[in-house]
C-alpha cells in the first residue's frame, strides 16, 4: 500500500484511486491542438503507477516522446457522492504538487485511433507527487504560481487561477461520475509549457507555499 505524507504532521494517508483531469487551462489545450472543454476531461492512473519526490521515472521502452505535465494534486478526505460545491470543498483534505508524465506519441496514436489513453499515461511511474499539505494548515486562493524546471530551465510558470474548472468544482462533478473515497487523490490538469524529457533530466516542480518536488529520469 501507498501512502501520501501530511507536511508538519505524522499522519499518512493509504492512497486510494488517482483521478486525473485533462486540458483544464486554455492555453495548453490550444498548445496542443485540442478544443477547449465544456466539462473537465477525466481519466485514471493505477496505483502502481504512482512513485514520491526523490523516486526515479523510468523511461518506458515503447516510447520515444515522454512529456512533463505538472499539477495542483488535490487529496480528498471522506466519501462523496453526488455532492454540491460546498460538499466538494469540504471533502479536499489537502494539496500536493504532482506530475502527470505523458506518452505524447503513444497518446497521439492512440487518439488517431480512437482507443482509450491508458497506455501512455497509466506506464509505471508516471503519477509523481510530493508531501501535501493540509488544508488546516494552508488555505489555497489560487493565486499561487505553479512551475517546472527541467535541468534548471523553466518550462512551465503560470498561476493556479487560469484553470478553466477550480478544485471544487472538480470534485463536484467527479462526484457526480464516481464515488471518491478517503485517500482518492485528483490531478486537476497542467498548463503551457510541455515539453519532451529525456535520460538524465532533473525535473523540479513547485507550487508556490504548497508544495515541490524532485525527481529524475532514468
Same mark, same amino acid.
Given at each position: 500500500m501507498k501512502n501520501i505524507t501530511?507536511?508538519? &504532521?505524522?499522519?499518512? !494517508?493509504?492512497?486510494?484511486?488517482?483521478?486525473? +483531469?485533462g486540458r483544464n487551462y486554455t492555453e495548453h489545450a490550444k498548445e496542443l491542438g485540442n478544443v477547449v472543454p465544456e466539462k473537465p476531461? +477525466?481519466?485514471?492512473?493505477?496505483n502502481s503507477s504512482l512513485?514520491?519526490? %526523490?523516486?526515479?521515472? !523510468?523511461?518506458?521502452?515503447? /516510447?520515444?516522446?515522454?512529456h512533463h505535465e505538472v499539477e495542483l494534486v488535490l487529496l480528498i478526505n471522506e466519501t462523496i457522492? *453526488? %455532492?454540491?460545491? &460546498? @460538499?466538494?470543498?469540504?471533502?479536499?483534505?489537502g494539496y500536493g504538487v504532482g506530475?502527470?508524465?505523458?506518452?505524447? *506519441?503513444?497518446?497521439?496514436?492512440?487518439? #488517431?485511433? %480512437?482507443?482509450?489513453?491508458?497506455?501512455?499515461?497509466?506506464?509505471?511511474? /508516471?503519477?509523481?507527487v510530493s508531501d501535501f499539505i493540509s488544508k488546516k494548515d494552508y488555505a489555497l486562493t489560487l493565486e499561487e504560481q505553479i512551475s517546472l524546471s527541467v535541468n534548471g530551465d523553466i518550462?512551465?510558470? #503560470?498561476?493556479? =487561477?487560469?484553470?478553466?474548472?477550480?478544485?471544487?468544482?472538480?470534485v463536484e462533478y467527479l462526484s457526480s461520475l464516481m464515488t471518491l473515497e478517503k485517500g482518492d487523490i485528483i490531478f486537476t490538469g497542467t498548463p503551457k509549457g510541455v515539453g519532451? +524529457?529525456?535520460?538524465?533530466?532533473?525535473?523540479?516542480? #513547485?507550487?508556490?507555499? !504548497?508544495? #515541490?518536488? =524532485?525527481?529524475?529520469? @532514468?
Open positions: 501530511i507536511k508538519k &504532521s505524522n499522519q499518512k !494517508v493509504p492512497v486510494g484511486k488517482i483521478v486525473c +483531469v476531461i +477525466v481519466f485514471l492512473k493505477p512513485i514520491f519526490s %526523490g523516486d526515479k521515472i !523510468v523511461y518506458p521502452s515503447f /516510447s520515444n516522446d515522454m457522492k *453526488d %455532492g454540491n460545491l &460546498s @460538499e466538494a470543498e469540504n471533502a479536499i483534505a506530475l502527470d508524465m505523458t506518452l505524447r *506519441d503513444v497518446q497521439n496514436k492512440l487518439k #488517431e485511433q %480512437g482507443h482509450p489513453w491508458t497506455i501512455a499515461k497509466g506506464f509505471d511511474t /508516471s503519477a509523481v518550462k512551465q510558470n #503560470e498561476i493556479l =487561477n487560469k484553470m478553466i474548472f477550480p478544485p471544487a468544482e472538480i519532451k +524529457v529525456k535520460k538524465g533530466d532533473n525535473i523540479f516542480a #513547485e507550487i508556490s507555499d !504548497v508544495a #515541490e518536488l =524532485n525527481c529524475k529520469v @532514468e
